[in-house]
């Protein structure tokens, strides 16, 4: 997680009628994400990822996509697991979205701040040029905390899913550490936010403040996941790996990232812990943890072969 003060002065940009320009294209302005000069820059990619000539093997015929959480980037997020995907055979890709520039410094991006709906929308349109380049019909998906939710967001409203027809789904497995679906106390920001609505003043912005509007999105209870979670908490034909740690602070309680299966999908919830009870994972180190990692590798591929609980 960046540092909660500079992800204040981005907030300002996308929380306020004050006009900030981003590096991240709009909606209506927004073209396929390609790799060539023009196009709105992304920031560095971990190492493995974002070789736009990969071509996926018989052995990992389908892409994977890397999704970052709140106010961090690909980079501090994947550096781990980017490159071990890379080395096993598989395509990897990663991008950064919901980016925001701080008010008084515009040099420095924020990312994974702005409403999520627009984040999904963002992750449709890089999946589609990563289905173009490679030429695979389908991809796999890893998302962290509020990556995790993008991807759903994804699936559901942005076209990853198609409920009526499975055989045409754009994803076969989605994985998520410490995903945010059902909402986050932000280790009891969200008390105090009410804390202050019940003395009159829009306790709301104080999360906002620090997290930005997706923030606001994630909190427990809110409208957002309740129209993302409303009739079935899955789609048809998908492959749910959800994995949580009881150690997590960020995203609490832990549980609640668990999700139910609805009809023609598979949810294998996983405790980082089962079998490894010593294992004492962070929010923030579930992308770097190696059992985890392994926990994440299986989940990409049934037949890996895990290494004894570290």
Not at 155 to 180: E, K
Not at 253 to 267: K, N, Q, R, W
């Amino acid at each position: 997680m960046r540092s909660p003060l500079r992800i204040i002065l981005a907030s300002v940009c996308v929380g306020t009628t004050i006009f900030c320009a981003t590096n991240t294209a709009t909606a209506d302005e927004a073209k396929p994400l390609e790799p060539t000069p023009g196009f709105f820059e992304m920031g560095t990619s971990p190492a493995g990822a974002n070789d736009w000539n990969c071509t996926p093997s018989p052995e990992h015929p389908r892409p994977v996509v890397l999704i970052h959480g709140t106010g961090i980037s690909m980079n501090d997020t994947w550096s781990a697991l980017s490159p071990q995907l890379s080395t096993l055979g598989y395509c990897v890709f990663a991008l950064n979205y919901g980016g925001a520039q701080e008010f008084l410094d515009p040099s420095a991006v924020h990312w994974g701040i702005r409403d999520i709906a627009s984040s999904g929308r963002e992750l449709a349109m890089f999946v589609d040029s990563v289905r173009r380049h490679t030429g695979a019909a389908q991809v796999d998906l890893v998302g962290h905390s509020q990556g995790g939710v993008v991807a759903r967001q994804f699936l559901r409203f942005d076209g990853g899913a198609n409920p009526s027809d499975p055989s045409q789904n754009l994803v076969r497995n989605v994985v998520t550490l410490g995903a945010t679906n059902h909402g986050t106390t932000f280790a009891g920001l969200q008390a105090n936010a009410h804390a202050l609505s019940g003395l009159g003043l829009p306790g709301d912005l104080l999360v906002q403040a620090i997290w930005g509007p997706a923030g606001v999105q994630q909190l427990s209870g809110s409208p957002f996941l309740a129209a993302l979670n409303g009739g079935s908490e899955t789609e048809p034909g998908i492959d749910y790996t959800v994995i949580a740690s009881k150690s997590d602070e960020i995203s609490t309680p832990p549980e609640a990232t668990f999700l139910t299966p609805g009809p023609d999908a598979v949810v294998d919830n996983v405790w980082v812990q089962t079998g490894c009870e010593a294992n004492t994972t962070s929010h923030g180190d579930l992308v770097r943890d190696p059992h985890t990692l392994d926990l994440v590798k299986r989940a990409l591929d049934p037949t890996y072969v895990m290494a004894a609980c570290q």
